[in-house]
């Protein structure tokens, strides 16, 4: 989980690494230690979060101060995990687990040069109605994504000042 706060993993990221990693770990818990052992339920509630609650939290705003990074997000994702699963050694062998890195953090250079095209279309949008809030919120979800948290929390601020709200949001891909 540190080298994913290194690389400033987005959801898409997360979800890479739980598919292709914490998903095995939890399947081999739940069988040699039972789904009711401690590590097997906070590997469950670590997947869930690594492949739906980061998208989910991000797009219905919870993430929106300067502070909230990629990082501020998996920290408490963690906080108040059990020791045991903490400490936890993964089953799969460490080349492998650097190899899914390898793979995270190109596939996060991928997304930040696809998001820098995206920006500008944006703002254009944004210069034809600049009172939409729902574009407000894609140009905020679009500089999170690029890691641009200040820039991000002020487009935040924008859409909610003019009626952007979770619950009537347009729907927006990530």
Request: one cysteine or more.
């Amino acid at each position: 989980m540190s080298d994913l706060k290194k690389i400033g993993a987005t959801p898409s990221v997360t979800d890479f690494i739980g598919s292709q990693c914490i998903y095995n770990e939890w399947n081999l818990c739940e069988r040699d230690l039972g789904d009711d052992h401690p590590v097997t339920s906070h590997l469950a509630e670590l997947l869930d979060f690594m492949q739906n609650g980061y998208e989910r939290q991000l797009v219905i705003g919870e993430f929106w101060r300067t502070k909230d990074t990629p990082a501020a997000a998996i920290n408490a994702a963690l906080r108040g995990r059990p020791t045991e699963f903490l400490t936890h050694i993964l089953d799969r062998p460490a080349d492998y687990i650097y190899s899914l890195l390898g793979q995270a953090v190109a596939s996060r250079k991928s997304e930040l040069d696809e998001y820098k095209r995206f920006e500008s279309g944006i703002r254009a949008e944004l210069k034809a109605d600049p009172d939409n809030c729902h574009l407000w919120n894609k140009l905020r979800l679009l500089l999170w994504l690029l890691g641009q948290y200040k820039e991000s929390s002020e487009a935040f601020q924008k859409a909610k000042r003019l009626g952007w709200d979770a619950s009537n949001a347009e729907f927006v891909a990530l």
